[in-house]
């Protein structure tokens, strides 16, 4: 059984078919692209495999259990995190503070022992604390820690909502854009970073335009166009196919 499953998925927006009866597996273990020209429904994959919407018909199902109906909060502490193509930064909150209170969602204290500041909650808080620490060296966030994370440049926000996604534990992580508006130096720290989220256990579900770290990282790579997938294999096969040549010319980027 694979890990993700969406079958004959369809997303409609009055007349305009976003997701178009799309069948796409995703196995344990993986790093997929998902790549495709604007418009060619991609986030909009991401937002009904996560709850963000409901689709109009067909289902996704996930480690065996059905999605569809749940409300995001619920898919989250399934084991399905994601980030956003633009970063969800709150204000007033260091980036330390952002870990840990994602960190604090997958694994919620009990407040009567918080109040009390009874010895099993306080080493309860010094655990979450670390944990969320190892998170942000994970993600080179770590002599940043106590900086407002509203002043990071775009690249670290964008590190930040990974470290964030990451401190939820999850099975299966959807990264929509990583990438966009990154410096060469943050694309290469982002690379290291999807390799080491698999290494350590968890999938990875990438959309994303940069094609040079799609290619170096995806074990395999899923193109959709108009809300239909037209090709599927490995990065040099997709690279290779014509129906992606043409989707990608006839709008003026190409996959290369």
Known sequence: MSLLEAAALSKHFGGLAAVDRL??????????????????????????????????????????????GRPPHAIARMGIARTYQVPRI??????????????????????????????GARQEEARLR??????????????????????????LKRLLEVGRA????????????????????????????????????????????????VMSVADRVTVLDFGRKIAEGSPEEVQRDPAVLEAYLGRGDGPA
């Not at 060619?40 to 999605?67: A, D, I």
């Not at 002599?143 to 775009?154: F, K, V, Y």
């Not at 290469?188 to 990438?206: E, N």
Request: charge should be neutral; charged fraction near 20%; hydrophobic fraction near 45%.
């Open 23 to 68: 069948d796409l597996r995703v196995e344990a273990g993986e790093i997929r692209g998902l790549i495709g020209p604007n418009g060619s429904g991609k986030t909009t994959f991401l937002n009904l495999v996560s709850g963000v919407l409901p689709p109009s018909s067909g289902r996704v199902v996930f480690r065996g259990q059905c999605l569809v």
């Open 166 to 213: 990451l401190a939820l534990a999850p099975v299966l992580v959807l990264l929509d854009e990583p990438a966009a508006g990154m410096i060469e130096r943050e694309v290469l720290l982002l690379m290291r970073l999807i390799q080491k989220i698999r290494s350590q256990g968890a999938t990875v579900l990438l959309v994303e335009h940069n094609m040079p770290l």
């Open 130 to 155: 670390a944990e969320a620490e190892e998170i942000l060296q994970l993600v080179r966030l770590w002599d940043a820690r106590d900086q407002p994370g509203e002043i990071l440049p775009h690249g």
């Open 90 to 119: 709150f204000r007033g909150l260091t980036v330390l503070e952002h870990v840990l209170v994602a960190r604090a969602t997958y694994q919620p204290l009990s407040l009567v022992p918080i109040l009390l500041g009874t010895r």
